[in-house]
């Protein structure tokens, strides 16, 4: 589903077709989740079409390899071309891009020395639909940011996405909310979290959660239109009074929120 026999996919310098793309699998990164990500979207404008906040994407790709200490030399400039080749080249207009940063062979626990690029996109509709969502609170928590680089998008963070993922879906939930090791709220699987109360919008502060791009465009059209928007630290138990709330991130752009735990907003 994400690729045919025509699919293009940019690899280590190259366009070539998805079907013959290989990759080795001594990696460190399918051995040990040590690889960088991104997630952006394009959408057909009346303009042609735009990748969203591109250069951010990319310039978040290359911090997420220098927090970790992958080397990775591209120009973002150099990147966004890419990415808009790829679209035309697979003549795809509203999509999904992928680029993933990813390691050569090695067993050891230091970075790999040999670092490729690969980038693909394919035609993805909203993560979760337009249904307003069930969220529960996961009983995993967002990590320790001093066992990780939070403000990494690196592979092997998203082990904790898929557990809680599961576990939400397993008691009939569409999503997770996870909470920090304090117990404040933190973000969705993959998404970030935004609440209303009395007309004022809160998010978590940065700290324990990856700062989202989208989330960052919302505080700006939030300071734009004089919304007032505050970041920071929410408990858990606020959640209940809350008159509304919505997570939002590339993949699931802005997803209203039905209830937590069961819980309807008012
Ligand atoms: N939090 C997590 C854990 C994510 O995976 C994502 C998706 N990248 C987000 C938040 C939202 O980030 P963005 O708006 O940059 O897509």
Not at 147 to 153: D, T
């Amino acid at each position: 589903m994400y690729y045919t026999k025509d699919t293009i996919l940019f690899l280590n310098g190259k366009f070539i077709k998805a079907v013959d793309a290989h990759t080795d699998l001594y990696s460190q990164t399918l051995h040990y989740g040590f690889g960088a990500f991104e997630g952006i979207r394009a959408y057909q404008t009346m303009n042609g079409v735009k990748i969203f906040k591109a250069q951010e994407h990319f310039e978040r790709l290359k911090k997420s390899c220098a927090l970790v200490g992958i080397p990775f030399h591209y120009e973002t400039e150099d990147l966004v071309q890419i990415a808009y080749q790829l679209l035309s080249k697979n003549n795809l207009s509203d999509a999904y891009i992928r680029p993933l940063v990813y390691c050569g062979p090695n067993m050891i626990l230091t970075p790999a020395q040999d670092v490729y690029l690969m980038m693909c996109a394919w035609e993805w509709d909203k993560y979760h639909g337009d249904n307003m969502l069930k969220l529960c609170i996961s009983s995993y928590q967002r990590p320790n940011p001093n066992s990780l680089k939070m403000e990494a998008k690196v592979t092997g963070h998203y082990v904790n996405s898929i557990l809680a993922t599961s576990e939400a879906k397993v008691r009939g939930y569409d999503d997770a909310l996870m909470l920090d090791m304090y117990g404040n709220v933190g973000e969705a699987s993959g998404a970030n979290f935004f609440l209303e109360k009395n007309g004022v919008l809160y998010t978590p502060a940065l700290g324990h959660i990856l700062p989202g791009i989208t989330r960052q465009t919302v505080l700006n059209i939030c300071r734009e239109l004089e919304i007032p928007v505050v970041e920071r630290n929410i408990r858990a138990e606020e959640l209940e009074g809350a008159d509304g709330a919505f997570s939002c991130g590339t993949a699931a752009e802005i997803a209203g929120i039905e209830s937590i735990d069961a819980k309807p907003f008012a």
